[in-house]
């Protein structure tokens, strides 16, 4: 967004370049790429990227510190999936914002949805780097936030995923993490914390331990910690069925429990007061006729989203009656209605504007304070704008925020 970097960036690109970058991108996370990697990053001031990691760090104070928000989340966990010992507090936040014009013509951050379950911390890191290098960018242009530099960034990542343990007993917990499109980001926590990418459906469990197989040796290796990259609406999509029972009592820690990938979600919207939080509501309160008048009377403004869906599935615009209708009543509370933001196209390409959505990715360490660790970005020219919705198109895709100025 910021200049002179936009138009100095347009002007000096070139195909060669951007070759290079994704070849780099496959050479640092010994994979193949197969989701679209944007030709640009994107240039933040620091002052708006700070509004975003502070209006993150608030939403998520607001829901915490809600006694009845927290008793209400609690139930959204399907009793099948619901683990013990859940800690005090998410491990991870990620949290989505779209950019839209107020009235006097400013950019004002829009929350797009939040969730409490980890996010690309490897393979973003990676890419960003890697704009800068191959482009030959600032190098006082930042991509850590927080005050970090890349060794404290790891140093925080190892401390929350890793823990007191050795690592060859920490693995990451995936459905079938080869066939995954972040296999790129699992490779590059391999290689920087020495953890162990494991499929979820292969593990072993002998009592209240759980184990993987070594296979260069067949040994049995003892898991002590899991980082949790499993979404349960694969589980149930792909019908998987898992070594071990969630409401089992395992002599195990995870690095992101798995009841906050359902408490702090889509379902956190409704309950939400800030002046970055569109209009939502439940689909059975809407039936109800409860908050109805939060909506627009326009339909074509609505958007209605599934609250558990992963990468866009599910999400419609301007639903019908019809659509509406065709969710059971049983199952109406598990769907949203919300205002939609028409954001901004604010990052001008050779292939015209183009919008930014961005994430911020954080952490939280036991003890600590919720960290701000580094922004992820997703470029889109249409309705939606996940990585996987803008494949056959240029200048989007996976891309990087790079911020300009403060500290």
Known sequence: MIEPFRSDFNARFTQAKYAELLQRLNE???????????????????ELMERMVHAGVELTSQLLGNVHYMRDSAATVPAAYRVPHEDAHPHFMAVDFGLVRDEWGRMQPKLVEMQAFPSLFGYQAELSRAYIEVYGLDRELRYFLGGLDETGYW??????????????????????????????????HEQRLGIKTVDVAKLIKQGK????????????????????????????RKGIVLPFDYRDELEVE????????????????????????????????????????????????????????FAGKGIQF????????????VERHNYLLQQRMHFEPVIQTPEGPTQPEVRILYVWPEGKSMVPMMSLVRMGRGLM????????????GSSAGLVWGGG
Request: hydrophobic share 40%; charged share 25%.
């Open 28 to 46: 640092r996370t010994q994979t193949q790429i197969e989701f679209r990697v944007a030709e640009t990053p994107c240039f933040f001031s620091s």
């Open 155 to 188: 140093s925080l990542l190892r401390e929350v995923i890793v823990g007191r343990h050795d690592p060859r007993n920490v693995v990451l917990a995936e459905i079938a993490p080869e066939i995954q499109k972040t296999l790129p980001d699992f490779r590059v």
């Open 209 to 236: 331990k759980l184990f993987y197989r070594e296979e260069s040796t067949g040994q049995l290796v003892p898991i002590h910690r899991i980082y949790n990259r499993v979404i349960v609406d694969e589980l149930e």
């Open 254 to 309: 995870w690095a992101g429990h798995p009841n906050w990938y359902f408490r702090v979600s889509k379902f956190s919207l409704p309950h939400l007061d800030h002046p970055t939080v569109p209009p939502a509501i439940f689909l059975d309160d809407w039936y109800a006729g409860v908050g109805r008048d939060r909506l627009p009377e326009d339909r074509s403004e609505w958007v209605f989203k599934p609250l558990y869906s």
């Open 318 to 329: 301007a639903p019908t009656d019809a659509d509406l209708a065709a969710v059971p009543p």
């Open 385 to 396: 704008m996940g990585v996987d919705h803008n494949r056959d198109r240029t200048w989007v």
